[in-house]
């Protein structure tokens, strides 16, 4: 069975700094996929970032970076230059090759401060 | 592209009554859709898992006979929540499966649907 793991329920960030959003994974299949979602007040899941798990670099998007450290199963997403629309909850999920099930970890609440 | 849609937004039911809501793939046709609960605060909760033209597969824990589930095009799934009581109110997502840009599979949320039930 895979976990997931997000150990921080709320996180307050001055705006234009930097913020990591830890997420760590349990899972016996060497392959797998790492995502990150954003989930603003009005509901909707927006996708943010992939990590293959044989992917030799770590992912990139725009301000999204994702900290894929394999040997310590984590998949912390770095947000560079925070905005105040960065607010929202933000979660981490994982699915193994071969089904198509995502497994999502308890979230993160993210506030950005003025 | 990979837009899914979803009705109603929001709905406030009586207790015993039944509602249904429906998932659409507007720009892309979904063989697999996805039906996720949410309580609040909390993560995303698979339910079940729909297939056109075949039976959902439900996760473990989930009525089968209260959530009806029911793929019969290539663009629309619904979820029918029967005899609905004030413990089934939550918040309700669906996703369709297509590729990405990437060529990657991948789910594509709706914007969820609010069930209150009074």
């Known amino acids: 069975a895979q976990k997931i793991t997000q150990t921080q329920p709320g996180m307050f960030v001055q705006e234009k700094e930097a913020v990591t959003l830890d997420c760590t994974y349990d899972t016996s299949d060497p392959s797998y996929g790492l995502f990150w979602y954003k989930q603003p007040s009005s509901g909707e899941m927006i996708f943010l970032i992939y990590q293959g798990s044989y992917d030799q670099q770590n992912a990139t998007e725009g301000r999204y970076s994702l900290n894929f450290q394999k040997a310590r199963k984590s998949a912390n997403l770095v947000i560079s230059a925070s905005q105040l629309g960065d607010s929202a909850m933000y979660f981490c999920a994982m699915r193994v090759s071969g089904n198509e099930k995502l497994t999502f970890g308890t979230g993160t609440r993210l506030t950005i401060i003025p | ?118």
Not at chain 2, 14 to 23: D, L, M, N, P, R
Not at chain 2, 55 to 66: F, I, R
Request: net charge positive.
């Open chain 2, 1 to 118: 592209g990979a837009v899914v849609s979803q009705h109603p937004s929001w709905v406030i039911c009586k207790s015993g009554t039944s509602v249904k809501i429906e998932c659409r793939s507007l720009d892309f046709q979904a063989t697999t859709m996805f039906w996720y609960r949410q309580f609040p605060k909390q993560s995303l909760m698979l339910m079940a898992t729909s297939n056109e033209g075949s039976k959902a597969t439900y996760e473990q824990g989930v009525e089968k006979d209260k959530f009806l589930i029911n793929h019969a095009s290539l663009t629309l799934s619904t979820l029918t929540v029967t005899s609905a009581h004030p413990e089934d109110s939550s918040f309700y997502i669906c996703s369709a499966r297509d590729r990405s840009s990437s060529g990657r599979w991948e789910q594509f949320f709706g914007p969820g649907t609010r069930l209150t039930v009074l």
